[in-house]
């Protein structure tokens, strides 16, 4: 029997390389993964890598975005637009969800319960169900509403765990690859998922 998977959403934010830091890291600890892409992160990821994500050729598509070989890897895919999919059902087995990256309109359709697609039943569903839901947001500035979505996450179960790389485990050079794997990161810590993406506070300034 399938172990249950983690539910990824990638969302219209900028940040795609997080959500593919995100899903080597799952690959690599050897977890099963479904995969939602909200239509606006299509644009986002044509913007960001100049790579197309088409419902039709996912597994080549996402091969391609990950540079990794799936033959022996356990992803299934979920397009946005079935709301009869496996996920938008509690009854769905599932360990938990990660929303990576989360634009604010999905914070903000997963906060009031919109279900506009596949990406925010999902995670309303994960979160009912009280499972681990890991919300990756990116917008800066923020308005107060923005906030208030998040709040209402939290207040729902949801780690909010804000695409904000500490520069502590890498220093000043930190390359951008660095950075996004700082994230990365800990969004698996919340998952509790094991990883080598970050170097960890040791108690001791300089030690780098
Ligand atoms: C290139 C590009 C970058 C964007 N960056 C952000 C962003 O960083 N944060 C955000 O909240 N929305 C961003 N947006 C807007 C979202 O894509 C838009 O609100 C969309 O409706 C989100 O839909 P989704 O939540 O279904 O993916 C961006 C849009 C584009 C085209």
């Not at 900028?14 to 080597?24: D, F, I």
């Not at 913007?47 to 996912?58: I, N």
């Not at 890991?134 to 906030?147: A, D, F, K, N």
């Amino acid at each position: 029997m399938r172990r249950e998977p983690w539910i990824v959403g990638v969302s219209g934010a900028s940040g795609t390389p997080y959500a593919a830091a995100v899903l080597r890291g799952l690959i690599d600890a050897g977890e099963p993964v479904d995969l939602v892409v909200s239509r606006a992160a299509r644009l986002t990821l044509l913007d960001e890598t100049g790579r197309s994500f088409r419902d039709a050729h996912w597994a080549a598509d996402l091969g391609d975005w990950l540079g990794v070989g799936l033959d022996d890897v356990d992803v299934r895919y979920w397009p946005a637009g079935d709301l009869a999919a496996g996920p938008s059902s509690g009854s769905y087995p599932a360990r938990g969800m990660i929303v990576v990256p989360a634009s604010t309109a999905a914070c903000a359709g997963i906060a009031l319960g919109l279900s506009k697609d596949l990406l925010q039943r999902a995670a309303e569903v994960n979160l009912k169900e009280r499972r681990r839901v890991v919300i990756v947001p990116r917008e800066t500035p923020v308005t107060r509403s923005h906030l208030l979505h998040l709040v209402e996450l939290i207040d729902a179960g949801a780690v909010v765990l804000p695409a904000s790389p500490g520069f502590y485990g890498s220093g000043a050079d930190a390359t951008a690859q660095q950075l996004i794997d700082f994230v990365a990161g800990k969004v698996l810590d919340a998952a509790g998922v094991k990883h080598t993406l970050l170097t960890r506070w040791t108690g001791e300034l300089g030690a780098r």
